[in-house]
């Protein structure tokens, strides 16, 4: 037997002695990128964008929080309408609402007890009694509050949703004149004020809305104030004996990108900025939308609708007036539970498989940490109801189990160990129907566990992409739902596990279905729209691995 100081002993230990630098080295690489990749995302921004004002002129106003809609009769309390505007008062002078029949509580009456002025309007629709209803409603509203309802807005964007023909809307505005001292006015699109150009003869103010995230050729920020001065002064043109405002203006903090036109943080606060600079070098009379996050809009309009708010539907400030603004301002707390992620996934792998290179292991288990904490961090918060939210706690523990299943694939492969045989799709589809008929035993889970839930994923992806294909104004790109699986592609291709051949159909159908529609999505949202192209990006990369499985086993000579 070699003593401790012999060169046998010594050639024994020196695999060990080289693998715990690289471990160290491994250890600190991904911790390092872990706060780099949380970080540079949400570092501070905009600080030198200045704010010229502290206080708006007005602000679209819906009080409804979590839980309430107007589309089921949900409605907040007067306490809690008293609560909000005196939370937004400090903030703007006026408040503009769409509706006069709401819940037990009058607007304009506790606006006037907190100082505010008043835009009241009237929702219009197909009903017509109904209509009728809010219209006696707005009228005993502003006759009733003459010093608090500075103006009244018959409608809302009715011709944009084609709701009512031009006729009736002016029948509706002349009652309203004929029964009222505040200035009289509608409330659309700017485009429809250029297309009905005949409907200023029944307004007293001339309200049109200017969104450019909304554009038929939607516009970025950068190029955004140029846009919103040129239609202000195309419609001054238009109509030179009627005064204009801005019914509506503002920007997202979420959702999907449309072209150049990103929602953010960042961007809504660089746009409010420049816009209350524009305004008062242009001499705007401007709402900007909307005082908070309306999170039962996202019915409607998906994640975007629901960001409009300069106040969270927790009603917290999404970013001071003036200053640097974070994406996300809880980022260090992600990059926080990404790291003990990482850690708990890294020292569980390699204490079971003690012979598997340490440093692989810890870059693997680094990414995947990343990954959940990216899922949860995107999927979540975004889960606007019961039905978001169960989709959401489904699709985490269904990553979750995927990171477990490939790190223990992972430290198998890589201890030269036996890994369990490939399946194919019709194998996982097979499994699938016999899960949700109850006739799935899981006793040999371990054969087929990884591999199903994989293509179960891929699956999911081709039919998201299909909606993102052919519905897609109102979906997001959904990153953070396949945050795990990209992972897995990527480390199964460096590994060199992705097998070939012996798939078919359902291979097919999946792969081709994903592949196509990705391809198809990336060329129709256009080159300016780099969320999009990214996510065709991911989406090609999960259907690579069952495209590559197209074709029968090669057979042995």
Not at 280 to 303: H, L, P, S
Not at 339 to 345: P, T
Request: glycine share 6%; hydrophobic share 50%; net charge positive.
């Amino acid at each position: 037997m070699p003593s401790p100081r012999s060169p046998a002993a010594a050639s024994v230990r020196a695999p060990v002695s080289r693998s715990v630098p690289a471990l160290a080295a491994a250890l600190a690489l991904a911790a390092l990128a872990t706060i780099l990749l949380w970080w540079f995302p949400n570092r501070q921004q905009a600080a030198d964008v200045p704010m010229q004002s502290a206080r708006f002129n007005s602000v679209s106003f819906a009080p409804f929080r979590d839980g309430q809609s107007p589309l089921r009769d949900i409605f907040p309390t007067a306490a809690q309408v008293e609560e909000d505007i005196a939370l937004i008062a400090p903030r703007v002078r006026a408040i503009r609402s769409y509706a006069s029949i709401e819940g037990s509580y009058e607007v304009a009456e506790i606006a006037g007890r907190h100082g505010l002025k008043m835009w009241k309007g009237a929702w219009l629709g197909r009903d017509l009694r109904q209509n009728d209803r809010e219209i006696a409603a707005l009228i005993a509203t502003a006759n009733r509050h003459p010093d608090v309802v500075e103006r009244v807005v018959v409608g809302n964007e009715v011709l944009l949703r084609r709701d009512l023909p031009v006729e009736e809307l002016a029948r509706q505005l002349d009652r309203v004149k004929a029964a009222v001292r505040q200035p009289v006015t509608y409330a659309d699109v700017w485009e429809f004020w250029a297309q009905f150009p005949e409907l200023a003869e029944h307004v007293d103010i001339i309200t049109i809305h200017i969104l450019p995230y909304w554009e038929d050729e939607p516009l970025g920020v950068d190029r955004a104030m140029a846009h919103t001065r040129d239609v202000y002064r195309r419609m001054k043109a238009m109509f030179p004996n009627k005064p204009i405002a801005i019914g509506e203006i503002g920007w997202p903090s979420a959702g999907r990108w449309r072209e150049a036109a990103v929602p953010s943080r960042v961007e809504q606060a660089v746009f409010m900025r420049r816009f209350i600079q524009l305004s008062q070098e242009e001499g705007f009379d401007y709402n900007f939308i909307e005082a908070f996050d309306q999170v039962w809009k996202y019915r409607n309009e998906g994640t975007v609708g629901a960001a409009w708010g300069l106040w969270t539907a927790d009603r917290q400030p999404k970013f001071d007036l003036s200053g640097p603004v974070r994406e996300n301002p809880w980022w260090a707390w992600y990059a926080a539970a990404a790291l003990a992620l990482s850690g708990v996934m890294f020292a569980a792998t390699a204490r079971l498989w003690p012979r598997a290179p340490g440093w692989p292991l810890a870059l693997l288990a680094a990414a995947l940490g990343n990954a959940l904490a990216y899922a949860f961090c995107g999927g979540w918060p975004y889960a606007f109801d019961e039905h978001l939210k169960l989709a959401a706690i489904v699709n985490l523990l269904g990553q979750s189990l995927l990171a477990v299943l490939l790190l223990r694939r992972a430290g198998a492969r890589l201890s030269g160990d036996p890994v369990e045989p490939v399946r194919n799709g019709a194998q996982a589809s097979a499994n699938i129907r016999a899960l949700f008929r109850g006739r799935m035993w899981f006793r040999d889970w371990r054969a087929f566990a990884f591999e199903d839930l994989l293509f179960l994923f891929t699956f999911t992806a081709a039919l998201l992409q299909l909606m993102l294909l052919f519905d897609p104004r109102y979906r997001d790109f959904p990153f953070p739902t396949f945050a795990v699986p990209l992972v897995a592609i990527i480390a199964r291709a460096l590994l060199r596990d992705l097998p070939r051949r012996g798939g078919g159909w359902a291979e097919w159908l999946a792969g081709g279905t994903l592949l196509a529609c990705a391809i198809a999505s990336a060329v129709m949202e256009g080159s300016h729209n780099l969320q999009a192209l990214g996510w065709s990006a991911c989406a090609i990369g999960l259907a690579i691995p069952p495209l590559l499985r197209v074709g029968p086993v090669a057979r042995a000579d």
